[in-house]
Protein backbone atom coordinates (compact mmCIF):
# COMPACT_ATOMS: atom_id res chain seq x y z
CA UNK A 1 0.00 0.00 0.00
CA UNK A 2 2.34 2.36 1.02
CA UNK A 3 5.06 1.24 -1.75
CA UNK A 4 4.87 4.41 -4.04
CA UNK A 5 2.67 7.45 -5.11
CA UNK A 6 3.22 8.30 -8.78
CA UNK A 7 6.92 7.13 -8.22
CA UNK A 8 7.89 8.15 -5.44
CA UNK A 9 8.90 5.50 -2.44
CA UNK A 10 6.77 6.49 1.02
CA UNK A 11 10.00 6.86 3.32
CA UNK A 12 10.55 10.03 0.00
CA UNK A 13 6.49 10.93 0.47
CA UNK A 14 7.68 11.29 4.08
CA UNK A 15 10.33 13.29 4.07
CA UNK A 16 8.96 16.02 0.95
CA UNK A 17 5.45 15.96 3.89
CA UNK A 18 7.95 16.67 6.75
CA UNK A 19 9.89 19.50 4.93
CA UNK A 20 6.91 21.27 3.98
CA UNK A 21 5.44 21.24 7.72
CA UNK A 22 8.44 21.98 9.18
CA UNK A 23 9.00 25.21 7.09
CA UNK A 24 5.20 26.30 6.99
CA UNK A 25 5.14 26.20 10.91
CA UNK A 26 8.42 28.01 10.94
CA UNK A 27 7.31 30.82 8.29
CA UNK A 28 3.81 30.90 10.32
CA UNK A 29 5.83 31.68 13.67
CA UNK A 30 7.76 34.31 12.10
CA UNK A 31 5.21 35.47 10.79
CA UNK A 32 3.46 36.10 14.45
CA UNK A 33 7.11 37.40 15.67
CA UNK A 34 7.00 39.93 12.51
CA UNK A 35 3.06 41.33 13.27
CA UNK A 36 4.25 41.66 17.07
CA UNK A 37 7.07 43.47 16.60
CA UNK A 38 5.48 46.19 14.39
CA UNK A 39 2.82 46.70 17.16
CA UNK A 40 0.31 49.34 16.25
CA UNK A 41 2.13 50.39 13.25
CA UNK A 42 1.46 47.44 11.30
CA UNK A 43 -1.84 46.78 9.26
CA UNK A 44 -2.45 43.37 10.29
CA UNK A 45 -1.79 43.56 14.40
CA UNK A 46 -5.44 43.55 14.52
CA UNK A 47 -5.35 40.33 13.20
CA UNK A 48 -3.69 39.14 16.39
CA UNK A 49 -6.75 40.37 18.24
CA UNK A 50 -9.01 38.04 16.65
CA UNK A 51 -11.55 35.53 19.13
CA UNK A 52 -9.59 32.67 17.28
CA UNK A 53 -6.18 34.23 18.01
CA UNK A 54 -7.05 35.21 21.37
CA UNK A 55 -8.18 31.33 22.20
CA UNK A 56 -4.90 30.42 20.10
CA UNK A 57 -2.70 32.37 22.25
CA UNK A 58 -4.36 31.28 25.45
CA UNK A 59 -3.72 27.81 24.43
CA UNK A 60 -0.38 28.85 23.82
CA UNK A 61 0.50 30.20 27.22
CA UNK A 62 -1.31 27.66 29.38
CA UNK A 63 0.46 24.46 27.59
CA UNK A 64 3.46 25.41 25.56
CA UNK A 65 5.40 23.60 23.48
CA UNK A 66 3.21 20.78 23.46
CA UNK A 67 0.01 22.35 21.97
CA UNK A 68 1.88 23.28 18.68
CA UNK A 69 2.88 19.79 18.57
CA UNK A 70 -0.59 19.11 18.61
CA UNK A 71 -2.00 21.30 16.53
CA UNK A 72 -0.56 20.05 13.68
CA UNK A 73 -3.20 17.54 14.06
CA UNK A 74 -5.87 19.80 14.21
CA UNK A 75 -7.82 21.22 11.52
CA UNK A 76 -8.09 25.15 10.83
CA UNK A 77 -5.85 25.89 14.64
CA UNK A 78 -2.84 24.76 13.26
CA UNK A 79 -1.83 28.50 11.73
CA UNK A 80 -3.46 30.19 14.33
CA UNK A 81 -1.23 28.18 17.21
CA UNK A 82 2.03 28.60 15.34
CA UNK A 83 1.63 32.54 14.64
CA UNK A 84 0.28 33.07 18.75
CA UNK A 85 3.53 31.30 19.48
CA UNK A 86 5.45 33.75 17.75
CA UNK A 87 3.52 36.69 18.45
CA UNK A 88 4.47 35.45 22.05
CA UNK A 89 8.17 35.18 21.24
CA UNK A 90 8.34 31.36 22.56
CA UNK A 91 12.16 31.14 22.87
CA UNK A 92 13.63 28.95 19.63
CA UNK A 93 14.97 26.22 22.60
CA UNK A 94 11.26 25.14 22.96
CA UNK A 95 9.94 26.19 19.78
CA UNK A 96 12.45 24.05 17.34
CA UNK A 97 11.91 20.68 19.28
CA UNK A 98 7.79 21.20 19.08
CA UNK A 99 7.36 22.07 15.61
CA UNK A 100 9.76 19.38 14.65
CA UNK A 101 7.50 16.82 16.47
CA UNK A 102 4.41 18.78 15.15
CA UNK A 103 5.50 17.73 11.38
CA UNK A 104 6.52 14.71 12.11
CA UNK A 105 3.25 13.86 13.35
CA UNK A 106 1.76 15.73 10.76
CA UNK A 107 3.86 13.82 8.42
CA UNK A 108 2.90 10.26 9.21
CA UNK A 109 -0.61 11.28 9.54
CA UNK A 110 -0.73 12.07 5.83
CA UNK A 111 2.07 9.28 4.62
CA UNK A 112 -0.03 6.57 6.09
CA UNK A 113 -4.12 8.03 5.89
CA UNK A 114 -3.54 10.02 2.77
CA UNK A 115 -1.57 7.34 1.06
CA UNK A 116 -4.68 4.68 2.11
CA UNK A 117 -6.53 7.41 0.45
CA UNK A 118 -4.87 8.16 -2.82
CA UNK A 119 -4.83 4.64 -2.88
CA UNK A 120 -8.36 3.86 -2.49
CA UNK A 121 -9.11 6.31 -5.13
CA UNK A 122 -7.10 5.19 -7.74
CA UNK A 123 -8.15 1.19 -6.47
CA UNK A 124 -5.46 -0.37 -5.37
CA UNK A 125 -6.08 -0.98 -2.14
CA UNK A 126 -8.89 -2.94 -0.58
CA UNK A 127 -12.23 -1.14 0.39
CA UNK A 128 -12.12 -2.08 4.17
CA UNK A 129 -8.36 0.27 4.25
CA UNK A 130 -10.55 3.42 3.06
CA UNK A 131 -13.04 2.98 5.56
CA UNK A 132 -10.26 2.83 8.45
CA UNK A 133 -8.18 6.08 7.18
CA UNK A 134 -11.52 7.47 6.76
CA UNK A 135 -12.56 6.92 10.10
CA UNK A 136 -8.82 7.95 11.06
CA UNK A 137 -9.32 11.22 9.85
CA UNK A 138 -12.91 11.76 10.93
CA UNK A 139 -11.84 11.08 14.58
CA UNK A 140 -9.06 13.38 14.39
CA UNK A 141 -11.66 16.08 12.66
CA UNK A 142 -14.02 15.34 15.95
CA UNK A 143 -11.43 15.60 18.30
CA UNK A 144 -10.50 18.87 17.28
CA UNK A 145 -13.58 20.42 17.14
CA UNK A 146 -14.78 19.07 20.56
CA UNK A 147 -11.49 20.36 22.07
CA UNK A 148 -11.85 23.54 20.23
CA UNK A 149 -15.53 24.01 21.51
CA UNK A 150 -14.88 22.77 24.84
CA UNK A 151 -11.41 25.63 24.80
CA UNK A 152 -13.62 28.31 23.85
CA UNK A 153 -16.25 27.51 26.71
CA UNK A 154 -13.75 27.60 29.05
CA UNK A 155 -12.43 31.23 27.75
CA UNK A 156 -15.49 32.69 28.18
CA UNK A 157 -16.18 31.81 31.91
CA UNK A 158 -14.45 33.11 34.57
Known sequence: MLEMVQGWPAWGVFAFLFFVAFLRGNGTYWIGRVIRAGGARSRFAGMLERPGMQRAEHWVRAVGPPVVALGFLTVGVQSAINLSAGALRMPQRRWLPAVAAGALLWSVLYTTV?????????????????????????????????????????????
Not at 131 to 149: F, I, Y
Open 114 to 158: GLAFVGALLGRIEWWWAALAASAVGTVVVLSARLRRRNSVELVEP
